[in-house]
Nanobody
Framework: QVRLVESGGGLVQPGGSLRLSCAAS????????MGWYRQAPGKERELVAA???????NYADSVKGRFTISRNNAKNTVYLQMNSLKPQDTAVYYC????????????????WGQGTQVTVSS
């Protein structure tokens, strides 16, 4: 079983930047794909970005060109660099992981961590 802990959220003004981190522990040998997701109030959780152990990535259209996902396999950590933040980026951000790329892209996990709150407001 893999344990994931998200951190790095906070309050930022529109146009600002934040860097989220997700540290994995436990059965990390089973991790191939990792993803960042977000859930805004009253909305369903959605995939923001995903990355494989080899570095292939996938982004939601709404964040392309502004967000960058990366990972440090040696530290079992995945990052989400968020630039040019907008009020509509406000949400709780979660990470998750799976051996299957399609599972990460689908995001239909039974278990989620506490997430980290990102609030973009002036």
């Amino acid at each position: 079983q893999v344990r994931l802990v998200e951190s790095g959220g906070g309050l930022v003004q529109p146009g600002g930047s934040l860097r989220l981190s997700c540290a994995a522990s436990g059965s990390i040998f089973s991790i191939n794909a990792m993803g960042w997701y977000r859930q805004a109030p009253g909305k369903e959780r959605e995939l923001v970005a995903a990355i494989t152990s080899g570095g292939s990535t996938n982004y939601a259209d709404s964040v392309k060109g502004r967000f960058t996902i990366s990972r440090n396999n040696a530290k079992n950590t995945v990052y989400l660099q968020m630039n040019s933040l907008k009020p509509q980026d406000t949400a709780v951000y979660y990470c998750n992981a799976d051996p299957s790329w399609s599972a990460v892209v689908d995001g239909h996990f039974q278990s989620w961590g506490q997430g980290t709150q990102v609030t973009v407001s002036s």
